[in-house]
């Protein structure tokens, strides 16, 4: 690793000692290394701290930093941004795992596509034992040349997750910041990708664990999920219904921010305004692993394979 890492990793956390360590043997086992790992611990209560503190003695790409409070999962998702140095960026979650190519295919293909602003790669939704539980394929065109088509992909196919791809941090530094309505993810996406194209390596190489503690499955309800995003969600301030209209807000205003043509905005808000339609039709925006689950039979891979470091897991 050089002084100046090329590639930042931010890995925010808050109570999740049952699967970070793997998570970090799937990180630091990477093939590419130039790259620096930051962890912001949101004032954990278990074992996360001593977790990650073995950690950062054993590999000095490491930094750890713990907030002296739980901020909320979303502004520890931007602080650990800000405490980056790479001219490329990754967030990364305490619970998911990495094969062993993932940043070096995503780099790659950065590197050969200078108009990509952001890479990922196919994925499977796994369980809390690894074994997958939902192949998933990409749909999303986001790779388009046209601005107003990667928005209406976005818009009407469920996310591929691509918040977890490999960035160009000078594009994220020109969107808003992550916010904490409801999805606040899906218009934040959708903000980048009204700046560049994103390329999908078509290789499975990201695995996004499903389990009974995911932040998601913990907070069921609307109200919950933002609250816990952000705290300052809580009270008679932040209703329901004012969460969601932030929701379709924040597609609005992101169509507004973005370097569009006047042509172009026009086609975005079109696009909006036959979404915004559409979401009475049941399961619409559905996520991947909400969806009904395949059989992983039909699916022939050992993530245990793919990913590397796992014999390191005790550390």
């Not at 940043?103 to 074994?131: N, T, Y």
Request: glycine share 6%; aromatic share 8%.
């Amino acid at each position: 690793m050089t002084a100046q890492p090329r590639l930042s990793i931010g890995l925010p956390v808050y109570n999740g000692e049952e699967y970070l360590a793997e998570s970090l043997e799937a990180l630091l086992g990477q093939t590419y290394e130039d790259f620096e790992l930051v962890v912001t611990d949101n004032a954990s209560t278990d074992g996360t701290e001593d977790i990650c503190r073995r950690y950062a003695k054993q590999d000095p790409r490491i930094r750890y930093i713990r907030l002296p409070r739980n901020i909320g999962a979303a502004p520890n998702h931007n602080y650990v941004f800000t405490q980056c140095r790479g001219e490329l960026f990754k967030w990364a979650s305490h619970d998911d795992l990495y094969a062993r190519d993932l940043l070096k295919r995503c780099v790659e293909a950065l590197d050969e596509r200078p108009d990509v602003i952001l890479a990922h790669s196919d994925q499977a939704v796994i369980d809390e034992d690894g074994k997958v539980k939902v192949p998933y394929a990409y749909t999303l065109n986001t790779s388009s040349p046209h601005a107003p088509e990667r928005f209406r992909s976005l818009l009407f196919e469920p996310g591929g997750d691509d918040f977890y791809g490999v960035m160009r941090a000078d594009v994220l530094r020109r969107v808003k910041p992550h916010d904490s309505y409801h999805h606040a993810d899906r218009t934040f996406v959708a903000e980048i990708t009204l700046h560049g194209r994103f390329h999908q390596v078509p290789e499975l190489l990201y695995f996004r664990r499903d389990h009974p503690t995911r932040a998601e499955r913990a907070n069921p309800s609307k109200r919950a999920r933002c609250v816990n995003l952000d705290p300052r969600r809580a009270g008679v301030l932040h209703p329901t219904p004012r969460l969601l209209a932030e929701y379709v807000w924040g597609f609005v205003s992101a169509v507004k921010r973005a370097p569009l043509s006047a042509a172009d905005r026009r086609a975005c808000y079109r696009h909006l305004a036959s979404w915004a339609t559409s979401r009475v039709r049941p399961g619409a925006g559905e996520r991947v692993e909400d969806r009904t689950p395949v059989d992983p039979a039909a699916f022939d891979v050992s993530v245990d394979a793919l990913v590397a470091g796992r014999e390191r897991g005790a550390a």
